[in-house]
């Protein structure tokens, strides 16, 4: 059974860099790709960043291209967010999830597995 557990999330002041990683287990061929999600309270759910599995076709919200990266290590099952130069509306909860469609983007219809999510917190 596929499960996706984030961990990275911290409080940290504006200007910081985090790193959350997406530690995967049970996927399989019949997934397609991974998307990170944030939601921050009051606001809707925002896709954030979003990649294919083997890789590439990556993606990236508006608010967040040039300061995110969305990876997958090599020869290991997790997938990460590097997250530059944080600002205060960065702050919230991050949570990775998979989906079996190759039609998905930043759209959180196609994700059907979640992960548990993870805090973050900027603030000076």
């Known amino acids: 059974q596929l499960q996706l557990v984030e961990s990275g999330g911290d409080l940290v002041q504006p200007g910081s860099s985090l790193r959350l990683a997406c530690s995967v287990t049970?996927?399989?061929?019949?997934?397609?790709?991974i998307g990170w999600f944030r939601q921050a309270p009051g606001k809707e759910r925002e896709g954030v960043a979003s990649m294919r599995w083997i890789g590439g076709r990556i993606r990236y919200a508006d608010s967040v291209k040039g300061r995110f990266t969305i990876s997958r290590g090599n020869a290991e099952d997790t997938v990460y967010l590097q997250m530059n130069n944080l600002e205060s509306d960065d702050t919230a909860v991050y949570y990775c999830?998979?989906?079996?469609?190759?039609?998905?983007?930043?759209?959180?219809?196609?994700?059907?597995?979640w992960g548990q999510g993870t805090q973050v917190t900027v603030s000076a």
């Open positions: 999830a998979a989906t079996r469609s190759s039609l998905a983007n930043l759209n959180d219809l196609h994700y059907g597995t």
């Open positions: 049970g996927f399989t061929s019949d997934y397609y790709g």
